[in-house]
């Protein structure tokens, strides 16, 4: 079965949502270049005047065939929810901000930022959730290697999510290209980058991790992710 585009869902979702529709935006890893076939998402905000039963019905089958080709269904909101919804969600709204292409529609980025009060309670609390879903993925491998392996390479994408946010809080442009941007983590907070670049390079199909290598790569990568946390935790912003 041949795996929906981004053209056609934008077809069918402009179908679906009709002169509700308002903007279609791809955002995050595909819209800056760093997409990784099989490995990345295509992340997309559809942003439309008004939902209701109807519409959400209407733009299910799309949906459906979007998440079947391996993609996170996309995220759906009202205009009023778009514009005031930046506190709830700040490393989300600071990602699509920084990386993204309108597929459809106005820009709907006129009037929209991120506090960094906002930003650095959420990107904390991020941050410690990966830490235990790490802590709880070495329990659960029984020391299996390949168990081990699929914890990384399952968990890199979103980790760059939070580095890119870090960054973010710090008034820095986080890096394109993976790669740089744990080495920029890193040195900010203070860890060692090796186990994060072997780990985007693996993923990538380039420097291929052996089984020998990932135990001391994921103990790099949790013991990286704890610093993280660490400097969180004592971080006082500049006046």
Do not use: C
């Not at 006129?110 to 009060?117: A, E, N, P, Y």
């Not at 040195?187 to 072997?198: I, K, L, M, P, V």
């Not at 780990?199 to 199909?205: I, K, M, Q």
């Amino acid at each position: 079965m041949a795996r929906m585009t981004l053209e056609e869902l934008v077809s069918q979702l402009r179908a679906a949502y009709g002169t509700a529709l308002r903007s279609i935006v791809l955002y995050g890893s595909a819209a800056a270049g760093e997409h990784i076939p099989k490995r990345s998402d295509y992340n997309v905000l559809v942003i439309v005047d008004s939902l209701d039963s109807g519409r959400l019905t209407a733009a299910s089958a799309a949906s459906r065939a979007w998440t079947e080709a391996g993609n996170p269904a996309p995220l759906t909101l009202t205009t009023t929810e778009w514009r005031g919804s930046s506190d709830i969600f700040p490393m989300e709204y600071a990602d699509i901000l920084e990386r993204q292409r309108v597929l459809f529609g106005d820009p709907p980025f006129d009037g929209i930022s991120v506090d960094r009060k906002d930003l650095r309670l959420q990107l904390e609390q991020e941050a410690m959730g990966k830490v235990i879903k790490l802590r709880q993925g070495v329990l659960a491998s029984g020391n299996d290697n390949q168990r081990q392996l699929e914890l990384l390479t399952a968990s890199v994408s979103s980790v760059m999510v939070v580095f890119r946010a870090f960054l973010r809080l710090l008034g820095t442009t986080p890096p394109s290209d993976n790669v740089a941007l744990a080495e920029a983590a890193a040195r900010e907070a203070s860890f060692d980058a090796t186990s994060f670049a072997r780990v985007v390079r693996h993923v990538r199909g380039k420097d291929q991790l052996k089984p020998g290598d990932v135990g001391p790569v994921l103990s790099g990568y949790l013991h990286g992710m704890e610093q993280l946390v660490s400097y969180l935790d004592h971080y006082q912003p500049s006046a």
